[in-house]
Structures are given as C-alpha cells and as structure tokens.
C-alpha cells in the first residue's frame, strides 16, 4: 500500500454528495478548507441509488427524461452557486447500487487523500455510509455536521497514549501548521474509587494528574510532538470516553476532533476502535476528522 | 380473515401479592411438596437421591458437556461479533450503575460463596483423587487439580450466567418484555409464551433457583458453622446450622424487603470490599511472589489445556470421577442461571454486548483465577512440601479448609474473622437477590411488587435449605441440582439460538429502516429533481407556443389589412 501523504503536503479531496440540503454546507465547507489545505485537486461525486429509482424509469423513458443529466445539471448548479475556490474541480456522477464501494474505488482510482462526507443531525441521515466508509476507505474520512462553522484555530486530539493515537497528532500538527491554529490533547481517566473507598480522592486525583503528566511527557517525546500541545485530563466519571470527548469538544468550543482509526489493511479494517466507533455514531455536531493510519 | 393476537397482563392482585397466579401456586405446590416427602421419606431420601444423580449424570452428562462449550462460543461471538456494539435498552440507554458497583453485584450474586469455600477445598479434593494422571508426578497431579478447579470455577459457569443475562437484558430493555425467563423465547415460540408453554418455563426457572440457591445456603452454612468453632468454639451440629439458616433468612429477608438500590447493594459492595481486604492480606502476608507466579502459570496450563478438559467426558473410563465433580458443577451453574441471570440482566441497561460480555464473562473468570491461584495454588504448594494440614481437613469436613488454612498466617483470627463475615455476607446476598429473582419472575416480570411479596421467597428458600440439611445433608443438596439443572441446559441451548435469532431480526429490521429511510429520501430527491426539469419543460414550451403565437398574428393582420 502507498505511504499516506502527510496532511501539509499537496492534496487530492472528494467530497460526497448526496442531493440534500447538506450539499451547499459541505461545498462551502470545502471551499473554507482550499484556504487552508493545500489542495492540488477537488472532486465531488455523487453516485446515483439505481436501485431506488428502478420503479421510475419507466416514466422517465416515456417523458425522455435523462435522470443522470438532470443529476449532474443540478449539481453543478448547486456547485457553481456555492463554491467560490480557485482549486481546479471536477464533477463526477456515477450509477451503482452500492454507494460506499462506488466512493471506495473512486478514491482509490483518483489517489484520494480525504473524503468528505457529510454527518447530518438535524437534516436526519442515518449515518450508515459513514460507517461502511470508515471500514472500507484507504483515505482519511473527514466527516461534517449541518451546522459547522468556518474556523479551524481549536483541534481536539483524544489520546491514549497508543502509536495509533500519535497519529492523530501528527495529522494535527500538519492542520495547525497550515491554519495556525492550536491543538489540545485530551485523555479521560477514572478513578476506581469505589474498590478502595479508604484512599483519599483529591489526592488520588492530584496523583494521577501527576502521572498523566509525566505519561504525556513521555509520550511526546517518544513520538516528536511539539512541545506546545496543552494537555488536558478529564474525569470521566460514569461517562463513557465518547461522551466525555464530546463534552469537552463542546464546552471547549473546538472546531475539529481528530481521531484514528485503526489500521487499513485487509483484516483490520473491519474492525476501527470502539471510541472511534462511538463517536462516529454519536458526534454529529463537530466536524470529525478520521486517520487511517499506512 | 386476520387474528388479532393480545399479550394478556399475566400478573394479577391475589390477597394484596402481584402475581402469575398459575406461576406462583406450582411453584409453591412443588416446594410443599417435596419439602414434605423429604420430610416423611428421610430415610430413603438418600438412597433415591444418589440413584437419581447417578443416572442423570452417566445418561446426561454428555449434554451438559456440550451445552456448556455452546455456551462458550456463543458468548464469544456475541461479544466479538457484528452485534457486540448494541446497547442494551437501546443506542441512547444509560447505565443505571458505575461500572464498579455493577460489577460487585453481578460478582458477588455470581460467584456466591464457590469461592470461598471451593479455592482451597477443589484442588485438595482432586489432589487426592486425581482424575487422570493417578500415580503420575505429584506436581503434575498438583496442576491438574488446579487446572480442574479452573475448569469447574472459571469461564463455562460465567458463560452460562452471560447466556440468560444477555437474553433476559436484551428482551426486557430492548423489546420491552416483561424480565422473565420466558421472554427470552419469543423468537421460537412466539405469542405461546403467554401460554402454558411460557408457565412451564418459568416455573422451572423459579423451581431451579430455590434449589440452587438451598445448594449455596447449604455448604455455606456448614461453611458458617465450621468458623463459628474454630474462632468462638461453638459446637458444628444440625441444630445449630438449623439456627444459622434462621438467620441468614431473617437477613436476606431484610434485605429484600428493602430492595435493590438499598440492601442489595449495600450487601454486594461489602462482599467485594472485605474479599478484596482478604486477597490484600494474604498476598502480603503468605507466599507473595509465589502467589503472583502461579497466577501466571496456572492460566497458561488451564489455556494450554482448555479444549481437553472441556470436551472430556471419561468415555473410555470406567469411573465416575465427574459425576460428582463436573457434572455437579455444571448442575449447579445451570441451576443458579435463572437467578443469577435475571439479576444480572436487571441491572446492565445501557451496557453494550461487548461491555456485558466483558464484565460478566472474562473478568470475573481472571478474579475466580487470582482467588484459586492465592488460596488453592499455596495450598498444593504447601501440600507438596508435605505439610498434611489441608488434606486432614479437607478429608474430615471440607468447610473447615479455609480456616485451617488461615492458622499458618500471622493474625490467624483477624482472617478467620473475616472469613466468616465474607461467608455470611455472599450467602445473604445471594438469598435476597434470589428472592427478588423468584418475586420478579413469579409476578410475570413486575420490576416492582409489594415488599412483603419478597419477604415469602427469602423465607421459602430458607426452609427448603433447612428441610434438605435434614433430609439428606449435602448429598441430598448436590444430587438435586444435578437433576434440575438438566432439563435447564437444554432451555439455555434453545435460548442461545433465540437470542441470536431476535438480535438477527432486530439488527436485519434496524438496517433496513436505516436503508429505506435513506432510499426514500434519495427518491424524494430525485423526484423533486424530475419535477423542477418538468416545470422547466413546461414552461419553456409555453414560452415556445407564446412566441409561435406572436409571430403568427402579425401576418394575419397583414391578410386582413
């Protein structure tokens, strides 16, 4: 498999399109990101749902009605009205029944480095592409809510101190060198106090702040990290990590979460990390950038 | 013509008690019933008893064996499977306990006090009586009874607790039917559930489990007993155990009555606290490295074995080692499943499969593992050095192994001490957690009923433990819920597959709604699409009629002028 791009380096990004009110936001987005990535070519792609509209085919050969011309006019007026960039784009519409595979040899055939898909709350998607994508993209899969906004100066990395969460760093680092923004890492710990009542829980807190600290020392180190991430614990109580990552982004006012998933390879990649798999499920209100770690 | 199926309510008030009235009057008929032909049989009750175990364990055993190893995938699959990231209560459930008092409860209602009383008493037993390598290296021999006593403590018991944990939690939070027994067999038998068939299952799971739980009072009570002499010289008799099993009720029903956010859990926290205070003094003050080297060795001999012990049925010898061992042990297991398995599914909403799995499953199984390893594995070390101690106590009374076990440490009182009230406190809790099971089920899955409801069941359990200790002792105890536990493996290996098959329907139902929604929404789009291209259409051709118009009517003009 090819080494994967580093994010500050030249990029090829698709942004999937689906038709729905959550076009315009995502092409806006993206154009926000041609400011800030360096993006050597942009492609948006819908793929037709043939088997959706096998029951209308019928009327439209009777009206001679060219269902993948009217996809494409619409699109790319919806492109022309929405995206202002100086990035070269390309149009592309396909016709398959299985969107994710469509998207999967698509990325694969145009060298693909990010995806970008759309992560509806409020326009109710069920979020079922993302989840076979995530599972069967070699690309990082850049995943983004209906209400975004257009900043990038707060990444938040979760960590848990594994070679797969310094990826994530990494990826960051390179966002930040280009945005300017600042990056904070967090780790969610317990405290299991309730197996040893007697221990004194302000101390053992402070404790384990003292350790994270070291660890997180430690972590940098081993894996080169600039020495000006913040590094911020978080009791998470009876919360679980996903929900305590969510929180913090949210209080925190963040514009991005970057996590890892784990390896792309032919077995692993069936299987991502559970928090990376909860938050893929629950967060649809922060963009959330997924790292496919070589 | 359609039929219109409607779920009855199957609870009804009878003199002030919430109740399955058909559940509930069986269920009381059989307890009567066999407490009073123990009673008027006594003599003979022995004899029958040990025909009894004798036949289902060398006709059944087989089924016990290969239930338990079903079990074993099962779980596996459903934690590392497609399913293992459903929550139980649905996506957006919340657990109802901290992940540590979750685990005290389901712990200390799970493992009861096995623990306590078989860690030391197991490997000395199959020291003596080795299953298989007789006459071979005695450190071998040593193992192997290790290795046994893994076997009959650790992963297949846990797995069979997760089998109707998982059921019961899947059909009562996420299909919202009532928690019991037979809930979990919707899938297979459909609305007859509310039928006979769904009565039966449910008063065998409720006869099952006052049996089990007699079986634990029972050895715990010897166990109680055997401390009370060691540490305050009172004498270990009938009469006095009698008086232990009063008592033990009048604190389960206590318990009971006030709960399970109050007693219960109260009781299950202090369970694996003062175990907890027991394993730290023992580790520091016994064989420390010993203990910490032997955890690691006894695991990789129980792995490196597993499949052999497993699936070893003594065919092609003549004895009958496992009759009393094995077979017992997975009798016993079964027949606390009902119980153990609807209090745990009460109390893991909002847990995922792979969080269930984890924590009923493997980690109890690597706790049960230290505990044997601390207790057990000093225990043949020491018994291989030639110390007899242990072999004496366990061969006169096997409730006496923990505390002769104890005389070798500095502070030998302040354990024994503690000992006794870890015993006292499993047996309460796993008498009030099981008569709030029993109540549950006996009320047609009620989650709360009157309070004095439960206090019947804590007192049933009490008499039928009394009764069988004066019936037929342990014997009696050990051979009744090998029989009972039977018929049980067999529903547990119909529930894997109707657990699995409601899962299947639920996700397969869950994915295709996802799916039409999203087609349906691609749909709309694309007729919107259409409709605007037709609105198009039509609008350039009116423009195209208007222009033929206008561009006609200037000549006619000229033909008139």
Redesign the interface.
């Known amino acids: 498999m090819d080494k994967k791009k580093p994010l500050n380096k030249e990029l090829n990004v698709m942004v999937a399109l ?3 009110q959550m076009d315009p936001i995502l092409i806006k987005y993206i154009e926000f990101l041609t400011t800030i990535f360096s993006i050597k070519q942009l492609y948006f792609v819908h793929n ?2 043939q ?3 096998y029951s ?1 085919y019928e009327d ?1 050969i009777s ?1 001679d ?1 060219a ?1 993948d011309k ?2 494409e006019e ?1 699109l790319q007026r919806t492109i022309a009205l929405n995206y202002k960039g100086i990035v070269p784009q390309q149009l592309i519409v396909t016709s398959d029944n299985y969107t994710e595979s469509m998207l999967t040899d698509l990325a694969k055939e145009n060298h693909i480095d990010v995806m970008v898909v759309g992560n509806k709350n409020a326009l ?3 979020g ?2 993302c989840q076979k994508l995530v599972r069967m993209l070699d690309s990082h899969l850049l995943l983004i809510p209906d209400d975004t906004q257009h900043v990038l100066d707060k990444i938040l990395v979760p960590t848990d101190f594994s070679a797969d969460s310094a990826v994530s760093f990494q990826a960051a680092r390179r966002i930040a060198e280009r945005s300017g923004g600042e990056i904070e890492a967090l780790h969610s710990y ?1 405290i ?4 040893f ?1 007697y221990i004194d829980t302000e101390k053992a807190h402070d404790e384990t702040q003292k350790h994270l600290d070291n660890r997180f020392m430690q972590f940098q180190k081993k894996y080169f990290l600039p020495e000006d991430i913040s590094f911020k614990y978080v009791d998470k109580q ?1 919360f679980s990590v996903a929900e305590t990552i969510e929180q913090t982004a949210e209080k925190g006012t963040f514009n991005m979460i970057i996590v890892s998933a784990r390896g792309a390879n032919n077995l692993t990649s069936l299987f991502i990390g ?1 928090t990376t ?1 909860d938050l893929l ?1 629950r967060n649809r209100k922060m963009p959330l950038l997924i790292i496919k770690k070589q | 013509m359609s039929i219109k199926v409607v779920r009855r309510d199957a609870s009804s008030n009878f003199l002030g008690l919430v109740v399955n009235k058909t559940v509930f009057f069986a269920v009381i008929a059989v307890v009567i019933l066999s407490v009073s032909l123990t009673l008027i049989f006594k003599d003979q009750a022995n004899y029958y008893f040990a025909i009894g175990q004798s036949f289902v364990s060398a006709h059944g055993g087989w089924i016990y064996t290969l239930s338990v190893n079903i079990f074993i995938v099962f779980c596996l699959y459903m934690a590392f499977g497609k399913y293992s ?1 459903i929550r139980i209560g649905g ?1 957006k459930a919340r ?1 109802e306990f ?4 979750w685990f ?1 409860m389901l712990f200390s209602a799970g493992i009861g006090n096995g623990l306590v009383l078989f860690s030391i008493a197991d490997p000395v037993r199959d020291f003596l009586n080795p299953p298989r390598l007789i006459g071979q290296d005695p450190a071998s021999i040593a193992q192997e009874a290790i290795n046994f006593s893994f076997l009959h403590h650790g992963i297949h018991g846990w797995a069979i607790y997760s089998v109707v944990g998982l059921s019961l939690a899947y059909f009562t939070y996420n299909r919202k039917m009532p928690l019991t027994l037979r809930s979990a067999f919707y899938p297979l038998l459909g609305n007859r559930i509310y039928g006979w068939m769904g009565d039966v299952i449910d008063i065998m799971a409720v006869i099952t489990t006052l049996f089990g739980l007699a079986t634990t009072i029972g050895f715990g009570v010897g166990q109680i007993n055997s401390g009370l002499t060691h540490v305050f010289g009172i004498p270990s008799s009938l009469f006095y155990q009698v008086i232990i099993i009063l008592a033990i009720t009048a604190a389960a029903t206590l318990s009971a009555f006030s709960g399970l956010n109050k007693g219960v859990k109260i009781l299950s ?1 202090l369970n ?2 003062v175990a ?1 205070l027991i394993f730290i003094l023992v580790l520091i003050l016994g064989p420390t490295t010993f203990i910490l080297k032997s955890y690691i060795q006894n695991i990789g001999s129980y792995l490196s074995h597993f499949i052999e012990m497993s699936t070893w049925t003594e065919s092609l010898r003549q004895t009958e080692w496992q009759k009393t061992r094995t077979i017992m042990y997975w009798g016993w297991w079964i027949s606390w499943s009902p119980f153990v398995g609807t209090f745990i599914a009460r109390i893991s909403k909002g847990r995922t499969i ?1 969080e269930f799995m984890l924590c009923v499953l493997i980690l109890p199984t690597l706790v049960t593992f230290l505990w044997f390893s601390a207790f057990g594995g000093t225990t043949m070390r020491d018994i291989l050095l030639g110390d007899t101690a242990l072999i004496a106590a366990v061969n006169d009374n096997i409730s006496t192994a923990l505390y002769v076990f104890f005389d070798k440490f500095p502070f030998a009182i302040v354990l024994k001490v503690l000992g006794l009230v870890l015993i006292c406190s499993f047996i309460t809790t796993s008498a009030d957690s099981g008569a709030l099971v029993i109540d549950s089920i006996t009320s047609g899955g009620k989650l709360k009923t009157p309070a004095f409801q439960r206090v019947i069941w804590a007192l049933a359990t009490g008499i039928i433990a009394a009764v069988l200790m004066y019936g037929g002792g342990l014997n009696a105890l050990q051979t009744v819920v090998t029989i009972s536990g039977l018929p049980f493996a067999i529903l547990l290996v119909m529930m894997c597959f109707s657990l699995l098959s409601g899962i299947k329907e639920d996700h397969e139902k869950e ?1 295709r709604k ?2 039409l ?3 349906e ?3 709309k ?3 919107q ?2 409709e ?3 609105e198009e259409r039509s609008r350039k051709n009116a423009e195209t009629n208007t222009e033929a118009n206008t561009s006609v009517e200037p000549n006619s003009e000229n033909n008139d002028g």
């Open positions: 689906d038709l729905t037709i749902k088997s959706v509209l209308l439209f009206e009605l269902i009217i996809v619409e109710q998607g069920t079922a592409l317990s299991p106090s309730f197996f009542p009876d559970s798999n499920v | 990231n996506e657990p901290s992940l540590g008092a005290a926290v694996v606290r907890a792979k994915e996802k799916m929604t999203e087609k929404q691609y749909r789009n694309i007729l699409l259409v605007k291209e037709r």
